[in-house]
């Protein structure tokens, strides 16, 4: 059983509203793939993730957060707090300590073996190919990504776990960094 960290997009997306083409599809491969996924995998979000959904105002809000109901929420503690900080030290990750470099921390230090996104410019960004990061506390994970047009198997995991090809945002499929444990 593998475990996805999913961030805030996916319970987002899951609850899209908006009709233009590319929207309508990333809300379908969405529920297709979590739904798959908390069938037969550990689905796991943050209270990071949960303050995000919380603060925004905008359609399909209540049910975003609703999806985070039967979810293990992961908690954000020192360590996690370090972690983020050395990102953004050693310019790993954008500087803002409650955004992507807070959700690579907390999958990284929890050891999920997934993060699940549709940020393509920071979280999964297909241009960086396979990326080592060396973290205190002994964490030391390497993330590694594809890049596909089309739902591509990645090892012997789902086939719904692919990344979007960054040249062609509007066949994207939902991001996935794996962490092969190295």
Request: proline share 4%; with cysteine; glycine share 4%.
């Amino acid at each position: 059983m593998s475990i996805f960290y999913i961030e805030t997009t996916i319970p987002s997306f899951y609850h899209e509203v908006r009709n233009q083409p590319e929207m309508v599809a990333r809300k379908d491969w969405t529920r297709k793939w979590f739904d798959a996924a908390v069938k037969t995998d550990r689905v796991v979000a943050s209270t990071a993730v949960l303050t995000e959904l919380e603060s925004g105002n905008y359609p399909g809000r209540e049910e975003a957060i609703r999806l985070l109901d039967n979810l293990e929420l992961l908690t954000i503690n020192t360590a996690v707090a370090e972690v983020v900080e050395a990102y953004m030290k050693h310019k790993l990750m954008p500087v803002d300590p409650f955004g992507d470099a807070l959700h690579l921390a907390i999958t990284s230090y929890h050891r999920c073996d997934f993060l699940v996104t549709w940020n393509c410019r920071h979280l999964a960004n297909a241009r960086t190919g396979t990326t080592r990061r060396k973290e205190p506390y002994g964490v030391h994970r390497r993330l590694s990504r594809t890049a596909s047009n089309s739902f591509k198997r990645l090892s012997h995991r789902r086939q719904l776990c692919c990344l979007a090809n960054s040249q062609t945002r509007r066949t994207a499929k939902p991001q996935v960094r794996r962490d092969t444990g190295e």
